[in-house]
C-alpha cells in the first residue's frame, strides 16, 4: 500500500470515487506546487494530508478564477463559484468532483467551512486589486485577502478549540510572506500591470514605477528592495511564534513552511537587481536539507 493510500485510509476516505476525487486533486496541487504534496506526505500525521491537500486545491481553484481572462469573466465565474460552494457547504452534499474532497474534509474539521466562506467573501479584494497608495492600504490588504487565504491551510494545522492567538501569529507570518511575495514577484506582476509596492514607500525612497517598470539598476532602487526585504524579515521573525503554537505532530510542516520563506528571503537578497527582471528562489541543496531534517524530526515524533 502507498503512503498516499494509507493517507487516504487515515482521513477515512474509503469511497473508491471519493478517492479518486482526492486523487486528482493532489495531482492539481503537484502540477503547480509540487513541494506541497511533498512536504504534506512526508511532514504530516497520515490523517491530515488528504484535507490539507483538499484545501490546497480549493485555494488554487479559487486564485484560477480570480487570475484568468478579461476582469469581467474572471468577477462572473468568482461569483458563480462562491455561489457553489456556498451552497454546497449549506447542504453537506454535491455532485462536483472539484468540492466533494472539500466537504468531506470539512466533516472532520468542521473550522474549515468557515475558512472556506471567508477565503471566498475576500476574493473581490484581489479582483478590485488597484494598487496601494500608502502602508495602511496594504496592510488592509493582508487583513483582507492575504489571511483568509492562509487560513484556508493553517486552520488545520492549528490547535483545537480557541485559534485567537494563533490566527494572531498567523496574520504577523502572512504579512511578512505576502511582502516578500510582493518584492520577489515585483517583475511579473509589473509584466501584468501591477503594482505592489506602496506609492508612499516609492516616493520616500525617490523611486518612480518607470524605474520599476524599465529594472533600473539604481541605488536607490536597490535600496527600496533591501528595505522592503528587511522589513519583511523582521516580520518572519516575529511570525515564527506561530510554530510553538500548533500541535507537536504539526510542527515539522510549519517550520518547513516558515523556513522556505526564510530561504527564499536569502535568495532574493543575493541579488537584488536581478529581481528587476526575474523572481528569486530558494537554494534547491539548502531546501532539500531543511526538508530532510523536518522528516527526522517528523519520525521521531511518530514513534
Not at 238 to 246: C, I, K, P, T, W
Request: one cysteine or more; a negative charge; charged letters at 30%.
Amino acid at each position: 500500500m502507498s503512503r498516499w493510500e494509507r493517507a487516504l485510509d487515515a482521513a477515512g476516505v474509503h469511497d473508491p470515487g471519493l478517492r479518486a476525487d482526492f486523487g486528482r486533486q493532489r495531482d492539481r496541487v503537484s502540477r503547480y506546487k509540487r513541494e506541497v504534496t511533498l512536504a504534506a506526505g512526508l511532514l504530516l500525521p497520515d490523517r491530515m494530508v488528504p484535507p490539507v491537500i483538499a484545501a490546497a486545491a480549493f485555494m488554487h481553484h479559487t486564485d484560477t478564477l480570480l487570475d484568468s481572462g478579461p476582469l469581467a469573466e474572471r468577477r462572473a465565474a468568482s461569483a458563480r463559484w462562491r455561489r457553489d460552494v456556498t451552497e454546497s457547504l449549506a447542504a453537506g452534499r454535491t455532485d462536483d468532483p472539484d468540492l466533494r474532497p472539500l466537504l468531506h474534509s470539512v466533516e472532520a474539521h468542521p473550522a474549515l467551512r468557515d475558512r472556506a466562506l471567508d477565503f471566498l467573501a475576500a476574493a473581490d479584494a484581489d479582483l478590485d486589486f488597484a494598487g496601494f497608495a500608502t502602508e495602511a492600504d496594504y496592510q488592509a490588504y493582508v487583513d483582507g485577502y492575504s489571511l483568509p487565504g492562509f487560513m484556508v491551510v493553517a486552520s488545520l494545522l492549528g490547535p483545537d478549540g480557541d485559534q485567537s492567538a494563533y490566527r494572531a501569529a498567523c496574520r504577523t507570518f502572512i504579512d511578512a510572506s505576502q511582502r516578500l511575495d510582493f518584492v520577489n514577484d515585483l517583475a511579473e506582476d509589473l509584466a501584468e500591470g501591477r503594482l505592489t509596492v506602496p506609492e508612499q514607500t516609492l516616493r520616500a525612497h525617490g523611486v518612480t514605477r518607470a524605474d520599476l517598470e524599465q529594472a533600473r539598476d539604481l541605488p536607490a532602487v536597490r535600496a527600496l528592495l533591501g528595505e522592503l526585504l528587511d522589513l519583511a524579515d523582521r516580520t518572519l521573525a516575529e511570525g515564527r511564534a506561530v510554530v510553538d503554537l500548533v500541535p507537536a505532530a504539526h510542527r515539522p510542516m510549519v517550520r518547513c513552511i516558515v523556513g522556505v520563506e526564510e530561504l527564499t528571503g536569502v535568495a532574493a537578497r543575493a541579488d537584488l537587481s536581478a529581481l528587476l527582471r526575474r523572481s528569486a528562489s530558494p537554494a534547491k541543496f539548502a531546501a532539500l536539507r531543511l526538508l530532510a531534517r523536518e522528516y527526522l524530526r517528523a519520525r521521531r515524533l511518530r514513534g
